[in-house]
Structures are given as structure tokens and as C-alpha cells.
């Protein structure tokens, strides 16, 4: 349904002297109260002067036309990653080395959330598009943040136990007045630019017992939208679909994996995969979701696709006789008129380590060799950062961007990696170089065409996996010298790494204390702006990583920041607010234990204000005694597995996020109501989903054992 806004700044939407605003306002509030106050807290510094708009506009009118010509409105943010190559570099440049230190908040508008926002907003005209928490749609003013409406498509909270990384979407796609957003629970919903009314909304799912969903921004290509799924956690099958965007009727769909070994195949592409798998795997959901990343070439009409990881991991127990399991972890370009594949490359035959290449995909020309080369640029989570000929999808060259220890590198006479062995967990456990998490994950990348650069949000952690699989969600193990032996990895960093393509080669790199920060935005101001888990938003000197500034917002950022103008303003803008995978790596975190993890859009400007903090998280006192419950070695650590299974991709792995409550702090209460909790849902318009059907009594007993071990962890060490 359509949220009807209380507006946030009575007098600039009420006064009259605000045309557009007022149509806006006008369309969505006819007949209701629009000036109530509002319930965030946010306090936007409006300014009185209309908005900027073209005379002729509808709202949200973006056409392929003007994307293409995107350079010649740069005020604009039409679509994810700007451009259809998805370079995510914005010729303003008002705002640059010179000035930038005077960078400061222009507005915050709350998003009512607690946990990961992940969003690229779309800004149209001075009116931005953005999303929160539960798929939640919301249209603001881009100079006051005033609300101009919001749509929640009420996604029911039972649905979070499908998710592997939190209640997140990463933004709509806007065409010809019309709003396209993916929820959680799968549906492909179209809005009125306007007003945000539903003008229709398809089932994308083709199995609603699967946990599949989506979390991925859709794509706007040749009338048509463009959306895959997520769930290769969880035995689904992947596919990309695109949809008439006028009738939202299905057009074509393309899977990633094939549903059987013989066939019949829906399409001829899943003839060329189908021997690439064991004929014995379990070809209901072998995984490959294309839950993230695409980009368009309009001049060699291919859209471009990346396909996520094999389920399960463990390629021994997936498809036990080997082979590449095509069209895991890849990158297909298709034709967007019929879903036909023109080519195909995969980053990681025969997956086994969740190396998703579903990560941003950039399309540039470089000049290599003095060669102008049409490439298609990806950082996925397998370590290699690789430029492809993007017209053929041959590699041109593939370097590692960050510790890789399970391949050596890549042949690039055949375009496949060298695996060293040391990621072969077959016979024996592994502490395999990059991590689940990814040298680099979804967090947008940047490309400068002032600078030639790439900005990669990027990690060095790694993670142990065993063909048991009970080592999910587990890194920094005690054992590690004796699992990496004669290798020296890094210390758990997170970085922004400024790398050269044509070079291959690291230009700088800023080291992070925290693994999972935010995204890059580059600009003609000579800048780089990216934010991170401890709540800093940093401008940096694009050629040398200088930090020019340091605003430290107190919430901590994993969204990529855009860039827009209006009325000659400069504006720089992100969501603000820490979620995705709960990894357990907020130890003496800056923003994330002290502040409330409070959502928000933050904009920046030229002279703004300070920027207030979040409501300070209140002081916790010790950590209470749980209740007495004991459990054998043996069931604790049934409990622990279980525990990281089910209950770790929210509540963390050792039971703390800075998202939900900490259940090394559950009262006595709620443990009495354990059960009720877990099995019965009564928390479950919370979002704590009810797990009767997956746990039996005597494995919530288990889980409850290991919940009272972590509490007494905390109790002995006081830690937060
Ligand atoms: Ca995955």
C-alpha cells in the first residue's frame, strides 16, 4: 500500500510558493492531513526557492535517451550506477579538492530502520528515489529531504529467515514516470513516480517454497526491467527475468544453472551447461542467483549479467564428480531484446568457496597496449580484479586485488585460474584467502575517467570451510598457523584500494579497521568519496588517497554515495545505516557500539551544518548471569552449528549484532519463552520468524545451550 507522509517541513510544503513540490504534494496528499509533524527527527534546511525541473517534465521521466546523454545533466542521478556502464563517476565538480573540507549536512531524513541500508538513490529532476529496510520505496525532495511519499510493500517479517544478509535492497530503477522496485518476498513491483500508487506487480518467483528473494536494484533495458533473485544460500535455483516494464508481462527468462541433467532445457544456453555438472546433483537448486550486479552496452545492444555461487558451498557435495557447473559464478551477456546469450566467462569453475561474481560490473574503453579496448571491468569475491574484452568476454588480464591463497593466477591463453590446492577441502579443512564475504562484495566500485582508476571497497579476511559445512559463518579461527601453513596473510582489514586496470596494479589504498564499509563515488572535483562501519564519511584525493575530509557521522555506512545538483547546488548524499551479514567484527567500533544504528539519508553540502549524531546506544551495564541451563560438550556444539545456521546471519554469530538485540543479554523472561519465541512465533511481528518446521524441541534445546554458553562467555569477559 501507499504511505500517506506526514510532511517534514509544514511550512515549505503548505506556504504555496513551491510549484512542483506543491504538484507533487498536491497528487499525493489530496484530501488528507499533509503537515503533521513529522515522526523522524530529521530537521531538513530547506531552502524557498523552487525545485529544479524541466517545464515540460512528468515526474521520474527518465528515457534511455537521457541516460546515454547522461553527461549533459549531471545535476542527474538517472540510473544504479549513473550510466548504463555503471562507471558511477559524476562530472560535477563544485565541490572538490579545494573546497571540500567545507563539506557539510545539508539534510537527514530518517528511514524509520535499524538495520542495513543498502540503496543507490536515483536522483530525477530534483526529486530522489530511494529504498530502506523491508523493501520500503520512499520519494524525497533532493534540495529540503522532505518526504514526498513512500510505499511499503509489507513484506511479512517471517520472511527475514530467507535471507542470508539482512532485510535489504540496494534501490529502484526509474523510467517514463514510473518507479520499479524488487522486494524481499520477491514481487516486481511498478509505482507511480507521482505519488507512488501501484500501477501493477508480478510474481517473480517460480517457487514461493524456496527461500528466494530480492535484494538487488532492478534495470530499465529496452522497455524492459530486469531483475534476478537471491538465495543461493538456501537451494534455490537462479535466473534473471525481464518484464514488459508498461505491462509488467514476462518477456524472457534466462537461468543461470540447468534444472536437470537430460532436459528438456527451457532454454539452448542450459544445453552447454547441463554437462558441466555432476548428472546427479540435485538440480532443484544448485544456485547461481543473479542477486546484484548488471550493466548495459546500447551500442552493442548486451546487457551484461553476474551470476552468484554454487549451493551448496561445497562443490564435493554439490556436483560430486566435478567439472565447471556453468553458469556459476559468471558473467553473461545476453541480448535484453530475448534473453539469448551471446557469450559467457566464469571467474571460478567449479565454485566451492561462495565466489559469487554477481559484484558490480563497470564497462569503460581503456587504452591498452595502444589498443583502444572496449572492456567490461569486475572485482568478484574470488580476489582477481579482471578486465574483459566485452564485446568476445575474452580476459585481457586478471590480477589478484587482495590476499588470494586457492589460485596462484590466471591463464590467460585459456581464461581459467591455477588453483594451488590450499582451497581443496575435499579431504581435509582449509582456511581459504578471500572469505565468503569477498575480496570485494556488492558495494558499488567506482571508475574515474579523470583518473583511470578503479575505487574498490575490498577486504583481506579469510574463512575456513570443510566438506561438513559446520564451519559456516566462522573466520579468525584459534588454528590458524596450523591451517596456513607457510602462508602469510594480512592482518582483517577492510580497504579502499585505488587500482589501475590497465596496469593491473595497486595506486594507493586506505586500510580500514572494520571489513564491511561502504562504497566509492568518484567525481571531476578530483575526489573520492566513500563512507564506512565507524561512521566516517571521507573525501579522499582521487590520485593519492590523501584524506581531504573526515566528517564522522556517528552511524555507520555500507551504501555507495551519489552526487547530484539542484538549483546550482552541489550535493553529495548516502544512506546511512550498518547492516548486510552480521560478522562479528565490531570489537571498540567507533559508531556501531556507541550510537544507536538509527537509518537515515544523509546529504552533504558546500557550508552545511554539523552533522548531529545518532541517540547514543544507553549504557548496558554487566552482562547479566543467564539462566542455569547446562549442556553436554556434545549438544553445545550441535547447538553452536545449528545456532550459525539458523539464527547467526541476524543475530551474528556469537549471538551480538549492533542490529537486533543481544541474546547474550536475554533475561530469564525470555528465556522461560525460548521456545515460544523460536518455534511458536511470537516475535514474529518483530521480524524473529517462526522456525517450526526447521528446528525440532530437542534442537531449540540445543540452540538455547549454546545462547546460555555465549551469555557466560560474556559474563566471565564482560566484552561487548
Ligand atoms: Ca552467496
Not at 45 to 63: H, K, L
Not at 383 to 401: C, H, N, P, Q
Not at 612 to 629: H, K
Not at 670 to 679: A, E, G, N, R
Request: charged share 20%; glycine share 10%.
Amino acid at each position: 500500500m501507499t504511505f500517506l507522509l506526514h510532511d517534514k517541513h509544514p511550512e515549505s510544503v503548505c506556504s504555496g510558493i513551491n510549484p512542483l513540490k506543491q504538484l507533487l504534494i498536491i497528487v499525493v496528499f489530496v484530501g488528507l492531513t499533509a503537515c503533521n509533524e513529522p515522526s523522524s527527527s530529521s530537521e531538513p534546511q530547506a531552502g524557498e526557492t523552487p525545485i529544479q525541473s524541466r517545464d515540460d517534465s512528468r515526474p521520474g521521466d527518465v528515457t534511455a535517451a537521457r541516460i546515454v546523454a547522461t553527461d549533459d545533466e549531471p545535476g542527474n542521478w538517472l540510473a544504479h550506477g549513473r550510466d548504463f556502464g555503471e562507471q558511477r563517476y559524476s562530472p560535477l565538480e563544485d565541490i572538490n579538492r579545494d573546497n571540500v573540507t567545507r563539506l557539510g549536512l545539508a539534510w537527514e531524513t530518517g528511514t524509520n530502520s535499524t538495520r542495513g541500508l543498502e540503496a543507490t538513490p536515483i536522483i530525477v529532476d530534483g526529486v530522489m528515489y530511494t529504498t530502506s529496510t523491508w523493501s520500503r520505496v520512499m520519494a524525497l525532495d533532493a534540495k529540503s529531504g522532505a518526504v514526498l511519499w513512500q510505499y511499503d510493500p509489507e513484506v511479512q517479517k517471517s520472511w527475514a529467515k530467507r535471507l542470508c544478509c539482512d532485510v535489504v535492497n540496494r534501490g529502484v530503477a526509474v523510467s517514463e514516470g514510473v518507479v520499479y522496485v524488487g522486494t524481499l518476498d520477491g514481487f516486481l513491483i511498478a509505482l507511480d513516480a507521482a505519488s507512488g500508487a501501484v500501477k501493477w506487480r508480478v510474481d517473480t518467483l517460480i517457487d514461493r517454497d524456496r527461500y528466494y528473494s530480492i535484494t538487488g536494484a532492478p534495470r530499465v533495458v529496452k522497455g524492459k526491467v530486469i531483475i534476478g533473485n537471491g538465495g543461493a544460500e538456501f537451494n534455490v535455483r537462479g535466473y534473471v527475468s525481464a518484464y514488459d516494464k508498461s505491462s509488467g508481462a514476462l518477456d524472457w527468462r534466462f537461468f543461470t544453472v540447468p534444472g536437470s541433467a537430460e532436459g528438456p532445457f527451457e532454454h539452448d544456453e542450459l544445453a552447454l551447461a547441463a554437462p558441466t555438472w555432476d548428472p546427479d546433483s540435485n538440480f532443484e537448486g544448485v544456485g547461481g542467483t543473479a542477486w546484484d550486479s548488471m550493466a548495459y552496452d546500447p551500442e552493442l545492444d548486451l546487457l551484461y549479467v553476474g551470476t552468484g555461487n554454487g549451493s551448496p558451498w561445497s562443490q564435493y557435495a554439490r556436483s560430486p564428480s566435478g567439472g565447471d557447473n556453468l553458469f556459476l559464478a559468471s558473467i553473461i551477456a545476453l541480448d535484453p531484446d530475448n534473453g539469448e546469450m551471446a557469450w559467457h566467462y566464469q571467474t571460478t569453475p567449479g565454485d566451492a568457496w561462495d565466489y559469487t561474481a554477481t559484484q558490480h560490473m563497470i564497462l569503460a574503453d581503456l587504452d591498452i597496449d595502444g589498443t583502444p579496448r572496449k572492456v567490461l571491468m569486475q572485482a568478484p569475491k574470488n580476489g582477481f580484479f579482471y578486465v574483459l574484452d566485452r564485446v568476445t568476454g575474452k580476459v585481457i588480464s586478471a590480477e589478484k586485488y587482495v590476499f588470494t591463497n586457492w589460485a596462484s593466477h590466471v591463464n590467460l591463453e585459456t581464461g581459467r585460474p591455477e588453483p594451488t590446492g590450499l582451497g581443496d577441502y575435499s579431504l581435509q579443512e582449509r582456511y581459504v584467502y578471500p572469505s565468503v564475504a569477498g575480496g570485494h562484495n556488492w558495494q558499488p566500485m567506482s571508475f574515474s575517467r579523470k583518473t583511470g582508476l578503479v575505487y574498490i571497497p575490498s577486504r583481506d579476511i579469510g574463512w575456513v570451510h570443510n566438506e561438513t559445512g559446520d564451519k559456516w559463518f566462522e573466520y579468525g579461527v584459534d588454528n590458524a598457523d596450523e591451517l596456513l601453513t607457510g602462508q602469510e596473510p594480512p592482518e582483517n582489514s577492510g580497504y579502499l584500494k585505488a587500482w589501475d586496470p590497465v596496469k593491473q596494479q595497486l595506486a594507493w589504498q586506505m586500510i580500514l579497521p572494520n571489513v564491511w564499509n561502504g562504497g566509492a563515488l568518484s567525481t571531476a572535483g578530483g575526489l573520492v568519496f566513500h563512507g564506512t562501519a565507524s561512521g566516517h564519511f571521507y573525501a579522499l584525493n582521487d590520485e593519492t588517497g590523501e584524506v581531504l575530509l573526515d566528517l564522522f557521522t556517528g552511524t555507520g555506512m555500507i551504501a555507495a554515495p551519489v552526487t547530484y545538483s539542484v538549483d546550482g547546488v552541489q550535493y553529495v548524499v548516502i544512506m546511512a545505516g550498518w547492516g548486510g551479514p552480521a560478522f562479528n567484527t565490531l570489537a571498540g567500533d567507533e559508531a556501531l557500539l556507541k550510537y544507536r544504528n538509527s537509518g537515515r539519508v544523509l546529504a552533504f553540502k558546500l557550508d552545511g551544518g554539523d552533522v548531529p549524531l545518532p541517540p547514543a546506544v544507553p549504557p548496558r551495564g554487566p552482562f547479566p548471569q543467564p539462566p542455569d541451563i547446562s549442556a553436554s560438550a556434545e549438544i553445545l556444539e550441535q547447538g553452536r552449528i545449528l545456532f550459525v545456521y539458523n539464527c547467526g546471519g541476524c543475530h551474528g554469530m556469537y549471538g551480538s549484532t549492533p542490529m537486533l538485540p543481544d541474546l547474550r543479554r536475554l533475561s530469564h523472561e525470555k528465556h522461560d519463552l525460548f521456545k515460544q519465541i523460536v518455534l511458536e512465533g511470537l516475535y514474529e511481528p518483530l521480524g524473529m520468524a517462526s522456525f517450526a518446521g526447521d528446528l525440532s524441541e530437542a534442537e531449540v534445546d540445543a540452540i538455547q545451550a549454546y545462547v546460555v554458553q555465549l551469555s557466560r562467555e560474556a559474563v566471565a569477559t564482560q566484552t561487548e
